[in-house]
């Protein structure tokens, strides 16, 4: 294992770096939408393929994408009584801050550097819950409440097309399809698909600082610190309780780190575009995600040397 701290140094100087770059103008965000899509759709997937599709399954594994599906859950239930008399946009926008985890794009380069890809495993497995609680959950609760939405119905078409066209999602079906046929995909595929994964971590790290902003209205901090206040509380204390009561002689410290990690991640940066479309305040949820990274990068290092052991 790697040691933690050069680990999240090393993470901290590149998320620094993209936002230097981005303050002296090299690149700009709409850069960083563009390098997102790269990501989104081609790295990313390949660290799905290289990773959840050669996962050897055991029973107690499940717990992972099934604690990721009823957290997110649960948090739904807590925005919607949190929020209750919030107006349909502000009440929309806030719903979407609690739900879902920015899993792929902060934890993976972090998880990776320090438990390899035995950590690895197991937080893509959080992230194929996590999945469903982004691009249902969370994208149903948006919809509901936005201005968009006249009926505010479930319009259950239009959430199925968006989910066919998630790349990420598409390829835990590949992979999990490929684990369980044992099918094997040709050594220079796997090869290739092994080249491009590893671009994954650096420029997501790239893309966190690029994304980065620090420029607040003070009329939201309310809103904005409900919010994350919200989401960390909850997340805190359920960790801590999967972490101190799952039976040590079936799940691993590593395996009880990572579920409490999972559920103090930052905003899922998904919801960027979903406040695009769904006409949200997009400066609004772009502040409670990068203070969101900010906790979670100091919280997650915290708690990583404390329970680490």
């Not at 796997?190 to 491009?196: E, G, T, Y």
Request: hydrophobic share 55%; with cysteine; aromatic share 12%.
């Amino acid at each position: 294992m790697t040691d933690v701290n050069i680990v999240f140094l090393n993470s901290l100087i590149i998320i620094a770096l993209g936002y230097l770059l981005k303050k002296t103008r090299v690149l700009t965000e709409e850069n960083g939408e563009v390098i997102a899509k790269i990501i989104f759709n081609l790295t990313l997937p390949a660290v799905i393929l290289k990773i959840t599709s050669t996962i050897v399954f055991q029973t107690n594994l499940i717990l992972l994408p099934l604690i990721s599906i009823s957290y997110g859950l649960l948090m739904a239930c807590v925005g919607l009584l949190t929020f209750r008399k919030y107006r349909g946009n502000f009440k929309g926008l806030l719903m979407m801050s609690v739900i879902g985890f920015n899993v792929a794009n902060f934890s993976f380069p972090l998880i990776e550097g320090i438990w390899g890809n035995m950590g690895l495993q197991l937080i893509a497995l959080v992230d194929a819950g996590n999945a469903f609680s982004i691009f249902v959950v969370c994208y149903t609760m948006g919809w509901i409440f936005s201005n968009n939405n006249d009926q505010k119905k479930i319009d259950v078409k239009h959430i199925s097309k968006n989910l066919l066209k998630s790349t990420p999602l598409l390829s835990y079906v590949v992979a999990l399809f490929l684990n369980f046929s044992g099918i094997m995909l040709p050594y220079f595929i796997r090869d290739l698909i092994d080249i491009i994964s590893m671009a994954n971590s650096p420029l997501a790290l790239l893309l966190l600082g690029i994304f980065l902003n620090f420029r607040f209205q003070k009329n939201q901090w309310w809103m904005i610190g409900k919010a994350l206040l919200i989401r960390y509380v909850f997340g805190l204390t359920v960790g801590i309780l999967f972490y101190l009561f799952l039976p040590t002689a079936i799940f691993s410290n590593l395996f009880r780190i990572i579920i409490l990690i999972s559920l103090i991640l930052p905003v899922g940066l998904a919801v960027i575009p979903f406040s695009v479309e769904m006409n949200y305040d997009k400066k609004l949820i772009t502040m409670i995600a990068n203070l969101s990274i900010v906790i979670s990068f100091i919280c997650i290092w915290i708690l990583v040397l404390l329970f680490n052991g």
